[in-house]
């Protein structure tokens, strides 16, 4: 596995309103990207493990696929063609530690442990009319603490396609198989289909009523992810996973 890089979605906007800061024009065509950590992945069942629940432990339920050997300099069509598989991932964010990383001017690191994927992935043709144009049009499910809290359609506001995100990185670099690239959370502009993070519910609360009201996990909390085709079949089985203290 290589280091996944993650572009924000939908969700970045309401996070910006909510802070009455403007999206700039960049956002919409030039993606916004991180490397994360790939010396710790988990499994879709292991626990979130966390040293201090202070820290705002939060859920990121995206879509990301596995890539082959891309060279740099590959366009955003051609780049499709390097997608191998395609799985669910939760690229868990300690929020409260976010923006004293992001002061330093380097980006994240303490604030983003270890990331869970889904226990399938598949091949972009098993998703059969669900994968179009670079994306995965099916809903993405979020059930935290056994209450659905999102049902997002991971498609139709993706502002990047996988191709154009591979692409991104492509300008100065060779992507080696095994790449994982993420969607960012999956968001969408209809706030009546929940959210995807638990970031994005305080930014519309932020929004709505001047303040977040929903506190981020504890100990004990859990999560569940999942995706379902057109035939109502689960597509790369559930992340469940339960929030603890280390040891």
Not at 84 to 96: C, G, H, P, Q, T
Not at 148 to 153: D, E, F, H
Not at 160 to 183: D, E, P
């Amino acid at each position: 596995m290589r280091d996944p890089d993650v572009v924000a979605s939908q969700y970045d906007v309401f996070v910006r309103k909510a802070r009455n800061a403007e999206v700039p024009e960049s956002f919409y065509t030039d993606p916004l990207m991180y490397q994360g950590g790939s010396d710790d992945f988990i499994g879709p069942r292991d626990a979130i493990v966390c040293a201090n629940p202070e820290w705002g432990i939060d859920f990121e339920s995206e879509v990301a696929v596995i890539t082959s050997d891309v060279p740099m300099g590959t366009t955003s069509d051609e780049a499709l063609e390097g997608i191998r598989l395609v799985m669910l991932a939760n690229d868990v964010s300690l929020r409260n530690l976010i923006p004293a990383e992001l002061a330093k001017g380097f980006g994240f690191f303490q604030s983003k442990p270890a990331t869970a994927f889904g226990p399938v992935a598949v091949t972009p043709d098993e998703l059969g009319a669900a994968w179009k144009g670079g994306r995965v049009h099916l809903n993405l499910e979020s059930v935290w603490n056994g209450k659905r809290v999102g049902l997002c359609s991971a498609g139709d506001e993706m502002t990047f396609h996988f191709g154009q995100l591979i692409a991104h990185i492509c300008k100065t670099r060779n992507v080696r198989a095994g790449s994982i690239v993420g969607s960012g959370t999956v968001s969408n502009k209809d706030w009546s289909r929940g959210y995807s993070c638990i970031a994005e519910k305080r930014a519309i609360e932020t929004i709505e009523g001047g303040e977040p009201k929903t506190a981020f996990m504890q100990y004990g909390d859990t999560i569940r992810i999942e995706m379902k085709g057109l035939d109502g079949a689960s597509v790369f089985g559930a992340i469940e996973q339960t929030v603890r203290a280390p040891g």
